[in-house]
């Protein structure tokens, strides 16, 4: 890198640092949410009354109370945006090849680059939808409670989901690329922290990241065809009180 | 009843020309190599529409897969032309050869490209062992075989060239060093004479252009004519740098 720019020449000082600290991130803490995020969103396909589990499982998560937004920041939003920005960077020093040397590996590559790159798009997309950030430019669907502590959390993402035909296609391409980019760095993580250094090892890595990547995109396509098919016109679960009613008589 | 096959070369008459493509009919005969159908051209420089051009420029030297001066891009895969068999090589490509200049390289003229950045890699992580200077250093420490056995698929390295030409981050854009040089750096950090300048050579991988570089596209382990387990040689490097970079963040 010949640029003479100053942030380039700190980058280039703290290089190792800087690109070890890419690859950690992308696994802890932003993979690691990534597992807790799709496993908790299958709890809609919990038995029982419907969106019921969700609705408990998010509460969970919301007890942080104030802290919330912190936690996000901190753990989430602040190392999401790091290794997105520095994985721009590595894009855009990349060439692929694989139409030239079709090897499985060097498929990987590129597709790592693709769905880091789907994964960004539609993590802005999923963002600016659901999340109360949006709120002020016309998203932030989700909603913990309703009026009068109706439990909603479940009945609101599904009619973000719900509002058009192409959301949970755009919902499905979005997650698959963010599994796979989750499982496939896995993978390469192993290599770049010297884990796995023969083949066979690396085989073997690749058995269990794929199980790994497969787990994760059916807890996904669980959720979101259970938000998909979730009816959206019964009235929603009651959680604290019991006028739940009062928000269903109201519209 | 004599077969032939057409090969297509892009061709460049010097470093500053613009590229263009020349197609050359050559009578076929059992075992040739890409080599001897260079010399068939050089002989007889007609091109398939008859007009009369000049002989393609090539680099040649060991002509048995030692020297890796012949690296040519023939049918889009990376290779010396000195052991691409012609009868092979046309079975890819039913009757037709497409021969081009490897393209991570600045091309002299026609098939000759310049491999300066490979050596000027390989002097980066100081691939050689501390031997030179007129005093009297002694005889070198005992290596065991099994060490021997782990050395000896690195050492031969003829830094032709395939492993960076088909690796997607050896390019303009990034600094990366090449698999060769990464794989070096760990054979010269195996002997046991070279160790003295292991430091060194870790700083220069954990550095700009080093094994951050790499994108694990795994292609250089299977582009290698030399059968070199450079991937294994990457992740030695990775673990190598970790542990590196940990002994002097904790002041070793």
């Not at chain 1, 496993?39 to 969106?51: C, Y």
Request: proline residues 6%.
């Amino acid at each position: 890198m010949a640029h003479p720019t100053e942030s380039v020449s700190l980058q280039d000082k703290n290089y190792f640092l800087v690109r070890r600290l890419h690859s950690l991130l992308g696994l802890v803490p932003v993979g690691a949410f990534l597992c807790v995020h799709l496993l908790t969103n299958a709890t809609i396909l919990a038995p029982g009354e419907a969106g019921g589990e969700f609705q408990k499982s998010i509460e969970r998560i919301h007890a942080l109370g104030p802290l919330l937004v912190p936690v996000e920041v901190v753990f989430i939003f602040l190392p999401l945006l790091f290794h997105s920005l520095l994985g721009f960077q590595i894009v855009f020093n990349s060439q692929s090849n694989a139409q030239q040397y079709r090897y499985g590996s060097n498929l990987r590559y590129t597709a790592q680059r693709t769905t880091g790159i789907l994964a960004f798009l539609f993590i802005f997309y999923h963002i600016w939808q659901m999340h109360w950030f949006g709120k002020p430019v016309g998203g932030g669907a989700f909603e913990l409670h309703g009026a009068a502590g109706a439990a909603t959390g479940a009945m609101t993402t599904a009619v973000a989901i719900q509002q058009a035909w192409w959301i949970a296609p755009v919902y499905a391409i979005g997650v698959l690329s963010c599994v796979f980019h989750l499982a496939n760095g896995l993978w390469t993580s192993l290599i770049t922290w010297g884990i796995t250094i023969r083949p066979e090892s690396q085989r073997v890595a690749g058995y269990v990241c794929a199980a790994f990547g497969l787990v994760l995109a059916i807890a996904g396509m669980g959720a979101l065809s259970g938000f998909r098919t979730f009816d959206v016109k019964s009235p929603p679960p009651v959680v604290t009180d019991g006028h739940a009613d009062v928000t269903s008589h109201g519209h | 009843m004599s077969k032939s096959f057409t090969v297509t070369i892009q061709r460049q008459d010097d470093p500053h020309s613009p590229k263009y493509s020349e197609s050359f009919e050559i009578p076929y005969e059992p075992g040739l190599n890409m080599t001897t159908v260079l010399q068939r051209i050089a002989a007889t420089p007609v091109t398939s529409d008859n007009k009369s051009s000049t002989p393609v420029a090539y680099d040649s030297c060991c002509l048995e897969e030692i020297c890796g001066a012949c690296t040519m891009v023939i049918n889009g895969r990376v290779r010396q032309a000195c052991s691409a068999l012609i009868d092979n090589v046309l079975e890819e490509s039913a009757g037709a050869i497409d021969v081009k200049p490897m393209s991570k390289f600045p091309v002299v003229r026609d098939l000759v490209v310049n491999r300066k950045a490979m050596f000027e890699s390989l002097k980066r992580v100081k691939a050689w062992v501390k031997v030179d200077g007129y005093h009297d250093l002694g005889s070198g420490p005992r290596v065991s075989p099994h060490e021997q056995e782990d050395a000896y698929p690195l050492s031969k390295c003829m830094t032709c060239g395939c492993c960076v030409e088909a690796c997607p981050q050896f390019n303009d854009k990034s600094p990366f060093i090449g698999p060769a040089a990464v794989s070096q750096a760990i054979l010269f950090n195996a002997n046991p004479t070279g160790k003295i300048d292991r430091d060194e050579r870790l700083e220069v991988l954990a550095g700009p252009g080093g094994i951050a570089d790499c994108g694990n596209s795994q292609n250089c382990v299977k582009v290698c004519p030399k059968d070199i387990p450079l991937t294994d040689s990457i992740a030695k490097a990775g673990r190598d740098t970790t542990l590196y970079k940990f002994r002097q963040f904790f002041g070793r």
